[in-house]
């Protein structure tokens, strides 16, 4: 009880800045001005007028920033266009981008089970949506398939999660021949 008091006495008057938003002099002592909180921290505003739909398509190229996390921004508390529910990009084995084919969301594995979504690859080797997936809820096998059909990958295991480049970063891209 004692702590708890004391705790409260010294945080109220902090918040109370915080709310108010006290001089510059006061920055950095009493915690992030606005411009300081990044996306992803849940007292990031973000602008409602960005909650739309936003899918990949072939050959297009409206995407950016291909091989980073698009969870960072497209998410409930970042300042990306519409909130993913996938997104990732694919790669060749040389290393340049792959423009075409699709990432298929399924039941099972080897390409089987039910196809939950096909998620187009764009020009730029970025695929994206904010259509509803069951994640968390339910685990899903990806399977990739190249433009003319011929070349396949997948992941050897299902996941709860569609922020295919949180894992899939430069050590571990996502590939297809
Ligand atoms: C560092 C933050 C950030 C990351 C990471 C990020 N985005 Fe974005 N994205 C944005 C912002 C900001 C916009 C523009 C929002 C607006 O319209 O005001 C945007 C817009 C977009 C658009 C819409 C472009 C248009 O004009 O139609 C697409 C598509 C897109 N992002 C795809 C992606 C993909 C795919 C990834 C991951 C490979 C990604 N983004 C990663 C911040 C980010
Ligand atoms: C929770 C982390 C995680 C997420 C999220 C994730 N992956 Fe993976 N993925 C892995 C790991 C770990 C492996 C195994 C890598 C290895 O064998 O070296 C893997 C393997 C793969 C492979 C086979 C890699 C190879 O050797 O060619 C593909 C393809 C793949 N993932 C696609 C995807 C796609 C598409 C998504 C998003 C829809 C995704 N992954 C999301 C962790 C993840």
Redesign the pocket.
């Known amino acids: 009880m004692y702590l708890l008091g004391t705790g409260t006495c010294l945080l109220a008057p902090l918040l109370v800045c915080a709310l108010a938003g006290c001089g510059a002099s006061d920055e950095g002592m009493d915690g992030p001005s606005d411009a300081e909180i990044l996306?992803g921290d849940p007292r990031f505003e973000r602008d409602p007028a960005?909650d739309v739909e936003?899918i990949?398509a072939a050959a297009e190229k409206?995407?950016?920033?291909?091989?980073?996390?698009?969870f960072?921004?497209?998410q409930p508390h970042?300042?990306?266009?519409?909130i993913f529910t996938t997104?990732?990009?694919v790669y060749a084995p040389s290393g340049a981008p792959v423009t075409g084919g699709a990432v298929e969301l399924r039941t099972a594995g080897g390409g089987e089970g039910d196809l939950v979504l096909s998620v187009a690859i764009d020009g730029n080797g970025?695929f994206?949506t904010t259509e509803p997936l069951p994640f968390p809820d339910q685990a899903l096998f990806f399977f990739l398939r190249s433009q003319d059909g011929e070349g396949t990958n997948e992941m050897p295991f299902p996941t709860i999660s569609g922020a295919c480049?949180l894992c899939h970063n430069e050590q571990r891209r996502i590939l297809l021949e």
């Open positions: 996306p960005l936003n990949s409206r995407s950016h920033n291909m091989g980073q996390n698009c960072g921004c497209h970042g300042p990306g266009k519409g997104a990732g990009t970025n994206f480049n």
